[in-house]
């Protein structure tokens, strides 16, 4: 089987794509594939012409990789492609919508008020009034915590939102949550196991996720029985209410008041050396090269594209 890894693309997550694709790529040629590796972007996609591709491997995050625009391409010409479809994709990468989704299905998640550049700083500010005295500013869509920030008070609050909303388009304020950053990866049907996430500085910012060596990546550190079972609920009801397939990723902040509250769902979440999904996959004893090869065989007999394609059951090609 012949799969081209796409990589790279546009935006601020460009470096860490080329990293996760450069992963990918390594972990299917060690599974025993051929393997192509393409930095594509929206001006560039003539990988897509070929026609001796079996799979496409979409590793790029953020814009035009994440936010459906590729998927809709991939879509519109019939090729088989790992992940998320189109609209899944882009519910995901609209922190509101998939907030609402999550909202919807019964999965706790924190209030939050939307900015946009049109709003006065004084607009904002009197929203937020009521809402706390400490807030996670962020952009409705962007990932790997680019453009994320904690600040004190409603007036920082806001004139933070108002820089936000500047430099990336729509924002939103949220209160901030006090508690534990989890994570949990869904692969096929199956949560793999909790990670609880301890960086050095209190944030796991972009720094923290991709640079910094000191930041902890922990397991069994959730006794209750129960509550572990409900985070795993919660992470397959976001994964299920917006859509998603083969994998994903969900975040958490377990507040100190009990409540595990949902972040975002990451529909291609990291492959590098510092990545999750990959960390919860080996804790089950499932390798970086397995994870892939079946990531890329659930998606080549999702549709009967030739004679031979067949059904075949992911938790049986994964695990």
Request: hydrophobic share 40%; glycine share 10%; proline share 3%.
């Amino acid at each position: 089987m012949k799969v081209a890894v796409l990589q790279g693309g546009v935006g601020h997550e460009r470096e860490v794509s080329l990293q996760s694709g450069r992963c990918v790529a390594e972990a299917l040629r060690q599974g025993g594939m051929e393997v192509v590796e393409s930095d594509i972007t929206p001006d560039d996609m003539t990988v897509l012409d070929r026609s001796d591709i079996d799979v496409f491997f979409v590793a790029l995050h953020g814009q035009f990789g994440e936010d459906g625009r590729l998927q809709q391409v991939l879509e519109d010409r019939g090729l088989l492609y790992t992940g998320c479809g189109p609209e899944a994709s882009r519910l995901a990468f609209d922190k509101i919508a998939s907030k609402n989704r999550f909202s919807s299905v019964g999965v706790a998640v924190a209030p939050t008020v939307e900015v946009s550049a049109a709003m006065s700083c004084h607009e904002i500010e009197n929203r937020l009034e009521g809402l706390g005295r400490r807030f996670v500013v962020k952009p409705v869509r962007q990932g790997s915590s680019v453009g994320v920030y904690i600040v004190d008070g409603p007036a920082e609050a806001a004139a933070c939102a108002v820089d936000v909303c500047a430099q990336f388009g729509d924002g939103m304020v949220e209160p901030f949550v006090r508690g534990r950053e989890i994570t949990v990866g869904v692969v096929g049907r199956k949560t793999l196991p909790i990670i609880e996430i301890r960086s050095r500085t209190g944030f796991y910012d972009y720094q923290a996720k991709y640079v910094d060596e000191r930041t902890e990546y922990l397991f069994d550190t959730l006794d209750n029985a129960e509550l572990r079972a409900r985070i795993d609920r919660d992470a397959m009801a976001c994964f299920d209410a917006l859509g998603c397939r083969d994998f994903a990723r969900v975040d958490f902040i377990l507040g100190d008041d009990g409540v595990p509250y949902a972040l975002e769902i990451n529909t291609i979440p990291g492959f590098t050396s510092h990545s999750l999904l990959p960390k919860a996959a080996a804790k089950t004893g499932v390798s970086m090269s397995r994870l892939c090869v079946g990531i890329v065989q659930m998606s080549f007999y999702r549709k009967p594209m030739q004679q031979n394609a067949r059904t075949v059951d992911s938790d049986s090609i994964c695990f």
